[in-house]
C-alpha cells in the first residue's frame, strides 16, 4: 500500500521576531533563515519518517531544486515532480518568542498542475492506495475527481480554507483533517462535537478529525460497526515553533491508519509528533522519526 501527496512545496524564509509586525510598521528581525517547507512537502516528510512508503507529486519551480533533494533525503519518491518555468512557492514566517507563527504564501510554482500531469499521475497508483492533499496547489477538484474513480482514499487537509474549496467534492472524501479555526470556517461552529454533527449531517461517509491546539484532539471515524469516537490531549511541552505542528500531526495519523493502527493509537503517536516538532525550529527540520517516537 502506498500514499500519493499530490501537494506543495516552498522555500521558507524564517524571521525570528519580538513580535508580529503591525500595520505601518517597520521592526528589525533577530535572524532570517531558509528552510524547505510548504505543507505537502512537510506532510510528505513527516508520512515517511512515520514509515510510510510515499511519493510525492507536484510542481518543481525555479530556484526549488533543494527541495526535491530534500524529499529524497528523507525516503520520498520524486518521480511525480515536474518541472516548471514559474519561480518556486515560498513563504514569509515570523516566528515570535512564544513559537507563534504568522505566514505569508506565494504560491508561484505550486499554482502550475496541469490536467496532463494528474492524468498521468494518479494512473501509476492503484485502487486502495491514499491520496493527502492541502489547499496550497491548484485543481483540487479535478484531483479528487480522478482520485475517487481510480479507487484511492483520498484524505484532504484543507489548508489555507477560501473559496477555492467550494468546489470540492466532499462526497468523495475519506477523511477530512482541520483545525479549529479550519472547522469554524467549514461549518460556523467551534465546538468538535457539533463540527462533527454538522458534517456528518451534510457527508454521511466522511471521517473527521480536528485538531485544536493545546486543547488536543477528536477524531470520529465512520466505520463498518458505526461511528468510532477518540479525544486526544496534548502533550505538554516548551513550544518554540509551531510552523509544522499540524503537518507533524497529519503525516503521522494517516501513517497510522494505514498501518492498520487502532484510531486511539493513531492519535496518541501523531500527538507525540506533534509535540516533538514544537519544542525544534523550522517546518520539515523540526520532524521526528518513528524512532523519536518509540523513545518517548
Not at 525555479?62 to 519561480?87: C, F, H, I, W, Y
Not at 461552529?189 to 454533527?197: I, L, N, R, T, Y
Amino acid at each position: 500500500m502506498r500514499v500519493l501527496n499530490f501537494g506543495s512545496m516552498n522555500l521558507d524564509y524564517v524571521y525570528a521576531v519580538d513580535h508580529f509586525v503591525k500595520p505601518g510598521e517597520t521592526i528589525s528581525s533577530r535572524s532570517r533563515t531558509v528552510k524547505s517547507g510548504g505543507k505537502g512537502l512537510n506532510q510528505s516528510i513527516a508520512l515517511a519518517r512515520a514509515g510510510a512508503d510515499v511519493a510525492h507529486a507536484g510542481c518543481l519551480g525555479k530556484g526549488g531544486e533543494s527541495l526535491r533533494q530534500v524529499l529524497r533525503e528523507n525516503g520520498v519518491d520524486t518521480e511525480a515532480l515536474v518541472p516548471v518555468e514559474e519561480m518556486q512557492g515560498h513563504t514569509v514566517i515570523q516566528v515570535n518568542p512564544d513559537g507563534e507563527n504568522c505566514i505569508i504564501l506565494y504560491g508561484g510554482s505550486n499554482q502550475q498542475v496541469t490536467d496532463e500531469q494528474i492524468r498521468e499521475t494518479i494512473q501509476k497508483f492503484a485502487p486502495g492506495d491514499w491520496l493527502v492533499l492541502q489547499n496550497e496547489i491548484n485543481m483540487l477538484p479535478e484531483i479528487v475527481e480522478q482520485a475517487y474513480d481510480r479507487g484511492m482514499r483520498i484524505v484532504l487537509n484543507p489548508s489555507p480554507f477560501n473559496e477555492k474549496l467550494d468546489k470540492v467534492d466532499y462526497r468523495k472524501l475519506s477523511w477530512l483533517l482541520v483545525n479549529e479555526v479550519e472547522a469554524e470556517q467549514i461549518t460556523s461552529s467551534g465546538e468538535p462535537e457539533a463540527v462533527w454533527q454538522i458534517l456528518h449531517e451534510r457527508y454521511p461517509d466522511l471521517s473527521v478529525l480536528i485538531t485544536l491546539g493545546k486543547n488536543g484532539s477528536a477524531a470520529y471515524a465512520v466505520t463498518e460497526n458505526g461511528i468510532e469516537n477518540v479525544k486526544q490531549e496534548a502533550e505538554k511541552v516548551k513550544a518554540v515553533d509551531t510552523t509544522a505542528a499540524g503537518d507533524t500531526f497529519t503525516g503521522y495519523f494517516i501513517a497510522g491508519l494505514m498501518a492498520g493502527k487502532s484510531l486511539k493509537q493513531c492519535m496518541q503517536e501523531a500527538a507525540k509528533a506533534s509535540a516533538i516538532s514544537v519544542t525544534r525550529h523550522g517546518a520539515a527540520d523540526s520532524i521526528p522519526w518513528r524512532k523519536e517516537i518509540a523513545d518517548n
